[in-house]
């Protein structure tokens, strides 16, 4: 488990933690995933009610785009401040790289929105994009957005602050996307979704050698 060196960041990060546990559950019952490995007894089967691939009457896919593309621009706005601040040039390459292939992936995701359901990519809970305050359903340090991205810049050491930061988002992006494939009703998506897994858990693990061999096993 990563650290923050400072008694107040620490309590900076474990606090992110449990917001994280909380919204992961959140995020569990909105893709229609049950939270929990054997349900309660007595309660309805998840999903009932829903009609397969459909969040409430929204479809799946739809659901989708709308909270992947804010969950991006998390990754986004982070990957920006590393190209300004970032001393190792591993890192302003892994920036480069995140920015140019997440900004693509959510231009293809507005166009298919369009195409698909008409209009424009609404607002996903109204708390979204920057300076939103808060992450990807609320989750603090897994959006990258407002207050965490304001956390990254002040950081002492940012390319170990943008490890801890990105490691959990990226691993936040992979679940989103691959609980997403099940019920998934468009191959071009699911394609984008597969891809998503792959360039990010291989994101991960390039981060963690890092983590490891500049700043020892988290």
Known sequence: MIHSRSTGGQTRVAARRLAAVAGVGALFLGLGTPALAVPPTGAP???SGMGAGRIGTQPMDQHF?????????GAIAMADLALSRARRPEIKALARSIKDSQTQENAQMRTWYRQ??????????????????????GMGGMGGTGTDVAWLKNASDFDRAFIQQMIPHHRMGVMMASMAQTNSQHPQLLAMQQAMVKAQSQEIEQMAQWYRSWYGTP
């Open 45 to 47: 089967p998840m999903g």
């Open 65 to 73: 785009i709308v909270m992947m593309i804010p969950h991006h621009d």
């Open 116 to 137: 698909w359901f008409g209009g424009s990519v609404p607002a996903w809970g109204g708390a979204m994009g920057h300076g939103g305050g808060m992450g990807m359903m």
